[in-house]
């Protein structure tokens, strides 16, 4: 998948301004993947005091073409499962 389609698939993903992701942190890789409309993060960063979750913030604004500030966490802070309002 090109970076044209995650983006698109990222976009198509958003619901009523909300984006589900499902994290890995402690990955070998930094990288976003959908797959069937679902979210997939991972990253290298160990999930402790919101360094895995700022950087996914950074993966995913960087995949969809967005600043870092338009993404804002809803849910999930200590979740590996975490909702996203797209701004």
Do not use: W
Not at 2 to 16: G, I, P, R, S
Not at 56 to 69: D, E, F, H, T
Request: net charge positive; hydrophobic share 45%.
């Amino acid at each position: 998948m090109d970076k044209a389609e995650l983006k698109a698939a990222l976009e198509a993903a958003v619901t009523d301004g909300l984006l589900a992701v499902r994290v890995t942190p402690k990955a070998s890789r930094n990288a976003v993947t959908v797959e069937d409309g679902q979210v997939r993060a991972y990253v290298t960063t160990v999930p402790e005091g919101g360094k895995a979750t700022k950087d996914v913030i950074k993966l995913l604004a960087k995949a969809m073409g967005r600043a870092k500030s338009e993404l804002v966490l809803v849910r999930g802070e200590t979740s590996r499962d975490k909702v996203f309002r797209v701004e």
